[in-house]
């Protein structure tokens, strides 16, 4: 019977996989053109538009502000007490459903570096955890077996306020979108009585998008649930790189676009494009094509800045009504221990004020094994999603999650930091309440001018890296497009919900 469902389960999400395009293979693949494109921002979706291009022979030139590649998987070298360590922007979960990016890690050559996670881990403040590894693969079969996990007992089916969570199982972007993009996760929470411990896995997943619950929009919500949980029979389960994103990613990309002729320019800001009458100046070059591929933060005043725009009013309001969400910080500490729990590399935390998740990077990453080897010591990663307000300086942050991180690790009270490195930033897009509407598409009504980045509204329902990647990759086919070239073929999972 169950396996029967499962069958049924899968044909209708389409076998979790579904073609986003219908490339003309009797098109021609190389671009003999010697059109020129720049590309600005070196995030996942820069990495994504140059690397697209230049392997189809386009002049492309990556502008990155920073002196390394890769954004928000970003990695850099830093010196403490007489070592040379590098620090990564945070840590990283490569779901399983991530078709494309995956599909340009194999590319790349990096898809071996992948190695999977032990267990989906949420630490809760009573000293119990929850995880996610024995749930039916199958969506729907996964939120009936989330009984077994407490999440939720037989009465949440049956209840007629809980209804509501069929919700769920339907999304769709439109209808979804249209219901729930104005109502804030607490605010539904509230109104479906939502049992505790099923409003603590949202929460957790809430801040996985830096919003605490009282902003994040239900809409956004129910898609990452969708795309995350109930389009793909992958489970929670995901994999990270075995090393440090500059050599298990970012070397092997920038080697892949120098070897098909991009040329990345570092420590390169952009900071005015000038629209003319055919293409655009970058940096004293003319362009034919502008991939604008920056964060939100970063693009609001490149495009006030720039010249020839204001004519284009949907584009200008879009931008200039994007935002930033909360506060968030990555605190990682090298110290004199470490834990000997049979933990994964990676657990969420029921955070008390700030303390979201510790990551085990002494476990996790080849260098960072080495390092703790030598040393008799342990490097964890503290995050803190979404910072709540009253905790405003750095030495706030740092011994509030530090206290936190003392309950769920009691055993290394007293340690001792060695080296440590501190981020305190607020550079993520806001998936808040009410902003759908107006978020810009990858296409803009500029002729030539194309968006990309995890913020940027498209039909599929990809999230963070995926959406980053994604996104870099349809714009490169609407290029291929304009110039009569085939387009490379994308991926994702089913667009719509089981019961949509
Ligand atoms: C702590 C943390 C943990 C995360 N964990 C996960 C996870 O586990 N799984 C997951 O899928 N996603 C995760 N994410 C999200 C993921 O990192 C992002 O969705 C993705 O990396 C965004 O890529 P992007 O290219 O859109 O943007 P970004 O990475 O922000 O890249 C934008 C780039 O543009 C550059 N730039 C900006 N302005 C200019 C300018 N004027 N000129 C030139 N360059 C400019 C910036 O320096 C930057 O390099 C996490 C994010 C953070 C912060």
Known sequence: MRNQLKRKIKKKLQSYKVELNAPDSSLPFNSESGKKVAVIGGGIAGISAASNLAE??????????????????????????????????????????????????KKIDSFKHLI????????????????????????????????????????????????????????????????????????????????????????????????????????????GFHFYFLSNDHGLLY??????????????????????????????????????????????DHFDYCVLCTDVQHIKPLIQNSEGFSKY????????????????????????????????????????????????????????????????????????YALPDHLKTDDEIKAKLMEEFYFYFPELKGLEIKHSYFQHRKDFPAFHTGLRDSRPEIKTEVPGLFLAGDWVKMDNPSMLMEAAYTSGAIASNMIFEDEGLQENQLFSVPKKGLLA
């Open 239 to 284: 994999d990270v790189l075995d090393d440090d994103f500059q050599y298990t990613f970012l070397d092997p990309a920038a080697k892949f676009m120098i070897d098909h002729g991009a040329q990345i320019k570092l420590n390169t800001p952009v900071n005015e494009i000038k629209k003319m009458e055919e293409g655009f100046v970058v940096n004293n």
């Open 116 to 223: 999977p996670i032990d267990d989906y881990i949420i630490l809760l403040q009573n000293g119990d955890q929850m995880g996610f590894k024995a749930l039916d693969e199958t969506p729907g079969l996964n939120v009936w077996d989330l009984r077994k996990e407490g999440v939720m007992n037989w009465k949440t089916f049956v209840s007629p306020r809980s209804l509501p969570f069929i919700q769920l199982l339907k999304y769709s972007e439109k209808k979804s979108f249209r219901k729930y993009d104005n109502l804030s996760f607490e605010q539904y929470a509230k109104k479906t009585a939502m049992p505790q411990k099923m409003r603590l896995v949202f929460n957790t997943f809430a801040r996985a998008f830096f919003s605490e619950p009282d902003k994040m929009s239900m809409a956004e919500l129910i898609k």
């Open 313 to 384: 009013n949907e584009f200008t309001q879009k931008i200039a009504s994007l935002q930033t969400s909360d506060r968030y910080a990555v605190y990682r500490i090298w110290t004199d221990k470490f834990e000997e729990k049979d933990w994964p590399f990676f657990v969420f935390t029921d955070r008390f004020e700030a303390l979201d998740s510790v990551t085990l990077y002494h476990k996790m990453e080849k260098e960072s094994t080495a390092w703790s080897k030598k040393n008799n010591g342990g490097i964890f990663e503290l995050h803190s």
């Open 56 to 105: 189809r022979g386009f002049k492309v030139t990556l502008f990155e502000k920073e002196k390394f590649l890769g954004g928000k998987v970003g990695s850099w070298q830093f010196e403490s007490n007489g070592e040379t360590l590098r620090a990564e922007h945070g840590f990283h979960a490569f779901f399983r459903q991530y078709y494309n990016l995956r599909d340009f890690l």
